[in-house]
């Protein structure tokens, strides 16, 4: 194991070993993480289709309803499972890969086992989605794609799984810095969360209650579970590397994983505020939602003292625009989930635009934006050619930053009426529908922006993959 | 009881021992194997000889970088 002493200056000889073994690193990792990443990509266009298309009909009811498997019910949960499966899962895992090589300083094994999981996913997704559309689906929210589709996900996952603990076991830095502890909670919980789930509410299914209770253990699991821990494993080694400063507090990070482990899990129960459940259970999740606040905070603290002092890198480093943008969506996310889980917010929120915006500012303001982060910094050390057009990057950023924007805030606050409305017995239904059409249409203009940054970004990739663009010189 | 419910319960056992117990032996790994024993060393070591601290390591948009653009 090779340590570095902070304040001794390095000799050439250490320089150029140390890079050697970076650029070895990233090259064995070539193949996989670029496979992962570029599927994620595809997914995350044709997810951006069909939310278009669900946004749409959501103030154009008559459009495209000649065709079954175009209609809100069928494509509104294509676009979940595209987006959340295809690009979040996969976009998360390429950046798992890549981390895990590098913090463990150790090439990358069985990638081409790696790659073979892709395929799989692939083929998992496009089964999935397909099956949605045609009328399959499950109708169990986050669990809809129909058999085979789950198996063949599930296999997948195991798959990556195996491949990343077994790089772990192979890695030549013992420490275990914070990423990695996300990284691996993160592939032991979603197998097993993903089996579980599925055998519990599908395959068997247990039935009432219990469903109910599984269900949204798992579909809020996925997200603080699976997305979050690669998410902040993505910020955790990204802000400090960007800028060449270690983290804050490494102490507070841990603090911040341990409770997280701690307390997510107890949290899922609060979707089900005001349904047919025992009081206690909704109660428990309650406590577990508002606990959230100490990894949050954790968080928080340390993301912003790492960054102070040098807020100006924003300038020059496209990856961490988009993982800051990220990690401050992130703290925001959290603490309003912690306060709209308590049972008098949710009497206005609940069944609402609210929750849509509050689901979205998750994954897509916190998540994807850390993920794009994670392509801009690794994607160039893979292919070796730096990003064809700085211009092409601002605009990517600047339409899906305003674009998440805009949409929180008009879902946001038309979700707040229309929950004030919903709970008020003098308004008439038809009154609400109609008050709410132009945060309606604020939301699919949202929608087009954001659709439009993800163009520009799949065609910055391509050109990246294609060859073109300088040869990649370390970034500095 | 019916056989359906007997794994349900039986399912929803093995998750709180898996989750619970796996969480509970790794943080004990943790402990024993000095995984927080130094902060100061944990937190420095995503850094290298040829990336050390106090170095940037992503200037893409910086303006030398932005001619590409020209």
């Known amino acids: 194991m090779r340590e570095m002493k902070p304040n001794a200056v390095p000799t050439a000889e250490e320089m150029r070993r140390a890079s050697l073994e970076r650029v070895a690193i990233d090259a064995s990792c070539r193949r996989a993480v670029l496979t992962w990443y570029a599927s994620a990509v595809f997914w995350l266009l044709v997810g951006s289709t069909f939310a278009l298309l669900a946004s749409f009909k959501m103030h154009i009811p008559d459009w495209l309803t000649e065709s079954g498997w175009l209609t809100f019910g069928r494509v509104r949960p294509a676009h979940l499972n595209t ?21 463990g300083r150790v090439e990358l094994k069985y990638g081409g086992l790696l790659v073979v999981a892709a395929m799989i996913w692939n083929i998992g997704i496009a089964v999935g989605a397909g099956g949605i559309l045609l009328g399959h689906s499950t109708s169990i929210e986050w669990l809809e794609m129909p058999r085979p589709a789950p198996i063949i996900l599930a296999v997948s996952l195991l798959i990556v799984s195996a491949c990343i603990f077994v790089n772990f076991t192979r890695r030549r830095e013992r420490h275990v810095y914070v990423s990695q502890w996300y990284i691996l909670g993160a592939m032991f919980w979603m197998p097993m969360l993903y089996i579980t789930a599925q055998w519990l509410c599908v395959e068997l299914p247990a039935r009432g209650v219990v469903q109910s209770a599984v269900n949204w253990w798992f579909a809020h699991n996925v997200l603080g579970l699976w997305v979050t821990p690669m998410g902040l494993a993505t910020a955790y080694y990204l802000i400090p590397k960007v800028i060449g400063r270690p983290v804050y507090s490494y102490y507070l990070s841990i603090i911040g994983f341990w409770s997280l482990a701690l307390f997510y899990s107890w949290a899922g129960m609060h979707h089900l ?103 801009y910094y690794m994607i160039p050390r893979m292919t070796g050619r730096e990003w064809a057009s700085n211009w092409l990057i601002r605009l990517h950023f600047w339409s899906c930053a305003l674009g998440i924007i805009m949409y929180f805030v008009t879902l946001t606050y038309g979700g707040w009426l229309q929950g004030l409305m919903l709970i008020n017995p003098d308004v008439k239904f038809i009154e609400i529908v109609v008050k709410l059409t132009p945060y309606l249409h604020g939301r699919s203009m949202a929608g087009c922006l954001m659709t439009f940054g993800h163009v520009v970004f799949g065609l910055s990739l391509v050109l990246n993959l294609s060859g073109v663009g300088k040869r990649f010189g370390g970034g500095r | 009881m019916v056989p359906a419910e007997l794994m349900v319960r039986a399912t929803l056992l093995f998750s709180v021992i898996a989750f619970g117990g796996a969480a509970a032996l790794v943080l004990a790994w943790a402990v024993q194997n000095g995984q927080f024993d130094n902060f100061t060393r944990a937190a420095e070591g995503i850094f290298d000889a040829d990336e050390p601290i106090g170095q940037p390591t992503d200037r893409t948009l910086s303006a030398a970088a932005g001619e590409r653009d020209a």
Do not use: C, D
């Open chain 1, 273 to 375: 505020v005001g349904g047919p459940m025992p009081a206690w259970m909704i109660s428990a999740s309650i406590v577990g939602s508002m606990m959230m606040l100490v990894p949050v905070g954790a968080v928080a603290v340390n993301h912003h003292f790492t960054m102070q002092g040098h807020f100006h890198e924003l300038k020059h480093s496209p990856t961490l625009r988009f993982v800051v943008f990220g990690a401050m969506s992130y703290t925001v996310v959290s603490v309003q989930g912690a306060f709209e889980s308590l049972r008098q917010f949710s009497e206005v929120a609940h069944f609402t635009h609210y929750t849509i915006a509050h689901a979205h500012l998750g994954m897509y303001g916190f998540f994807t934006m850390v993920m794009f982060g994670s392509g």
């Open chain 1, 83 to 103: 987006v959340a499966f295809g690009w979040g899962s996969m976009a998360g895992i390429a950046s798992a890969i890549w981390m895990m090589a590098r913090l």
